[in-house]
């Protein structure tokens, strides 16, 4: 309700330190399916999900194929970012944004020119590769030459490994320092923005009543219900396109 955007938009006037929660439901306007949203991936084919656990793609040489055959067509190579991402742009111009933890793999949030520092990418990064033995890193335009040129499971250049994208699948830890930085983040703001995000995914989820629990204020912004709702002084269902400019 238009209530609901004013109380939302005084609470982001009166914040010193804000920290942005984001998921996939802020790049769904640029063309990224989210997991679990009305158009998500995981809605229209719940088998997908396997190819989201590392057990599954380490054990399984035909999840791989499967994996990197998704990721040579994935939208997010060619996406740009939207209007909510620009909207923390915007935010982080008047000084009082210290961070943005990213559910997110896509790297639009530094497409639209936040401070790469200040992103925190809590589920890495799909613009890279990772070998699951050496822990070499590569640019992901490599291994996507090799499965254009014939590779269906393209292993480590360096050790013969088996290479996946440097995201976090289920069953995989989250990188240690990314996690404790945004603990940090979490713990020293004054209100946590949450942009498109069903908040089920821990750790990331958990970061919110982490925040909450220090006294920082919490605003949702999702299209559908998630578990922190009832700990937000607002929450605010609108796309999030038009939801975050109008906040800033
Ligand atoms: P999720 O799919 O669980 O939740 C996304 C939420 O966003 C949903 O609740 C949906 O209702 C909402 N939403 C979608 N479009 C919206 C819009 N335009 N306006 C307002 N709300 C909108 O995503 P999650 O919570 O980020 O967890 C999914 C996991 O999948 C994460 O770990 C992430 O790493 C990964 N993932 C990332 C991307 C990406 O990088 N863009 C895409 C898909 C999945
Ligand atoms: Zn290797």
Not at 58 to 64: A, G, Q
Not at 150 to 168: F, H, Q, Y
Not at 207 to 224: E, P, T
Request: aromatic share 4%; with cysteine; proline share 5%.
């Amino acid at each position: 309700s238009a209530e609901d955007l004013t109380r939302a938009r005084d609470l982001v006037a009166a914040s010193r330190r804000i920290v942005a929660m984001t998921g996939a439901g802020i790049s769904t306007d640029s063309g990224i399916p989210d997991f679990r949203g009305p158009n998500g991936v995981w809605t229209k084919d719940p088998a997908a999900e396997k190819l989201s656990n590392l057990q599954a793609y380490v054990s399984s040489k035909e999840v791989r194929e499967q994996s990197w055959r998704n990721r040579t067509g994935h939208p997010a190579w060619q996406a740009r970012p939207n209007a909510a991402h620009q909207a923390f742009v915007d935010l982080e111009r008047t000084g009082r944004l210290s961070a943005i933890i990213t559910q997110n793999i896509d790297e639009l949030h530094q497409k639209a020119g936040s401070d790469p520092d200040l992103v925190i990418e809590l589920h890495g990064t799909m613009f890279q590769t990772v070998c699951l033995d050496c822990d070499d890193r590569r640019d992901m335009q490599e291994a996507l030459a090799r499965v254009r040129a014939g590779e269906t499971d393209p292993p480590c250049s360096e050790c013969g490994g088996i290479l996946k994208s440097a995201t976090i699948s289920f069953g995989q830890a989250l990188d240690v320092d990314v996690l404790e930085r945004a603990r940090v983040a979490a713990v020293s703001c004054d209100l946590m923005l949450v942009a498109g995000s069903s908040l089920t995914v821990h750790p990331a989820a958990g970061l919110v009543g982490l925040a909450a629990s220090a006294g920082a204020a919490v605003i949702v912004c999702n299209a559908s219900p998630t578990p922190y709702d009832d700990q937000a002084a607002v929450v605010l269902r609108g796309p999030l396109a038009e939801v975050l400019p109008a906040l800033v």
